[in-house]
């Protein structure tokens, strides 16, 4: 494998080794680096859109600044010719295979990657006793091409996760060799999930899900199964010491195709782990903190053995993931049509669009599923009591002043049933997130949306019988009309 020549850059990561406060006892070490996380979380970074360039100037620095401690490889390109590294640290017998994005738009666990290296290189005595017992091979974005687009599969359009078996994409190939090559004995698969999956019907997000990946249809469990099972245990321990109830079971239906089951078929003891959603966590910073303590407990569990005392029902008796969350869910809303009045819930969810004017990502959230979503629930619960729906209005004149802008008065606004205000002018000294800016819309044309409820944009209002308006859902935001 080529060598790479590294080019050392500054960067804000802490240099402050809290060494001598870490403590070797599993229980207390898990605690530890939960409470001081800010000391290794990588600040370069902390969206979980980024540039792939600058993900790789900052693990470069990193492997730098460990004085030998890693290694990284160039192992191969992408199908568009881009670098895929692989970092390699410890001489210890028991290895360890962990691979983060062969999704591009799932970079959960590539951000965590960083942070691990950082603690690592901040704690050399722990370097120094995981080097002992563990080779750990970490393959940072393996899907470079998707991710620098931040789309799921790769520049040949495949989904490099069902390619285990043809190897049609240079990805796969990459991933297939240095599996051949290491032969691990745990191989960690790490991914993200939609945030509106939650943890069986217990009201809680999935923020973290775990497979032990099947090798057959039958879903049997052989030693190297049962040990993927046993850390999947451990995971859900660690995570749920300071995120209780968060931790559910990916399906675990057989997928010929994909790398994890044919990884666990090969005879390494996979693990997928699944980033979900989190409250309030847009960009996914406390999923991340999530991932972290769930790869270096995995490695100091796995390192001592300390996963052989979880047990297979302990696996099973995870919750399911199930697909239950929204991220607002309003009960009890009376609609009208035809002039029948009827009861629904509304469920309200965001997808993300760039927005050419804001020159950013933008959160668009819209009414996804509506009628009785009594099993469903949501990071954030409105009880309607029977209001009345009325969709929202929008503002008669485009703005395209600021100065113009600044003279609404969005809560005089809203008591008039206006949501929408269309500006096509600069956001430079508009607040961001406040509820002007919420308002605001920068599509042209907004009138021209279906007047149907379902899948229409979440801004309406929500009025008692004398016609008073009690709320307004301004783009997913409830305001409380005073």
């Known amino acids: 494998m080529k060598k790479l020549l590294i080019t050392f850059i ?23 680096l939960f409470h001081k996380y800010h000391h290794y979380k990588v600040k370069d970074i902390e969206t979980k859109r980024f540039i792939v360039n600058d ?104 989904d490099i996760n069902r390619d285990a078996l043809r190897l049609q994409t240079p990805e796969g190939k990459i991933l297939k060799q240095i599996c051949d090559n290491i032969k691990p004995e745990f191989a960690f698969n790490l991914h993200d999930q939609y945030s509106s999956y939650s943890v069986g019907k217990t009201g809680r997000p999935a923020s973290i899900a775990v497979l032990a990946p099947p090798f057959d249809y039958d879903r049997s469990i052989n030693e190297v199964r049962k040990k993927s099972m046993q850390v999947c245990v451990e995971i859900k321990k660690i995570v749920e010491k300071f995120y209780p109830g968060v931790v559910a079971r990916y399906d ?72 239950r969350f929204f991220d607002l869910l309003i009960r009890n809303v009376i609609v009208e049509k035809d002039s029948i009045e009827y009861l629904i819930d509304l469920g309200i969810t965001y997808t993300e669009k760039f927005d050419s004017l804001r020159n950013k990502y933008i959160r668009q959230y819209s009414i996804v599923d509506i009628g009785d979503l009594s099993t469903f629930f949501a990071f954030d619960t409105l009880e309607a009591n029977q209001l009345k729906l009325e969709l929202g209005k929008v503002f008669e004149k485009v703005i395209t002043n600021p100065r113009q802008l600044k003279k609404l008065n969005p809560q005089d606004l809203l008591s008039e049933g206006i949501t929408t205000i269309i500006y096509q002018g600069a956001f430079k000294d508009l607040e961001q997130n406040s509820l002007l800016d919420l308002m605001i819309t920068t599509t042209k044309f907004p009138l021209r949306e279906s ?32």
């Open 55 to 158: 993900y790789h100037k900052i693990l470069d620095s990193l492997i730098v600044k460990s004085n030998k401690l890693f290694s990284i490889d160039l192992i191969g390109k992408s199908f568009k010719q881009k670098e895929i590294k692989l970092i390699q640290f410890g001489n210890g017998v028991r290895k360890i295979l962990m691979w983060s994005q062969m999704h591009g738009d799932e970079s959960t666990a590539s951000l965590a990657l960083l942070d691990v290296i950082n603690f690592l290189n901040n704690e050399r005595h722990f370097a120094q006793y995981f080097s002992d017992k563990i080779s750990l091979y970490i393959i940072p974005i393996l899907n470079p091409d998707g991710a620098k687009e931040f789309e799921r599969r790769n520049s040949q359009e495949i």
């Open 10 to 32: 500054v960067l804000t990561m802490s240099n402050t080794s809290t060494s001598q406060s870490i403590s070797t006892n599993f229980d207390d070490f898990i605690s530890e």
């Open 252 to 323: 675990d239906e057989f997928e010929p195709r994909a790398f994890g089951d044919n990884i666990q078929m090969w005879g390494s003891s996979t693990i997928l782990i699944e980033s979900g959603g989190y409250f309030k966590d847009f960009e996914k910073q406390e999923v991340r903190k999530m991932n972290f303590l769930s790869l270096l407990g995995s490695i100091y569990s796995i390192a001592n053995n300390l996963y052989e005392k979880n047990s297979i029902q302990s696996y099973f008796e995870i919750p399911e993931n199930e697909r």
């Open 451 to 482: 007047r149907k409820l379902l899948n229409h944009s979440a801004n309406f209002v929500l009025k008692d019988n004398n016609g008073k308006i009690i709320y307004a859902v301004v783009n997913g935001n409830v305001i409380k009309i005073r």
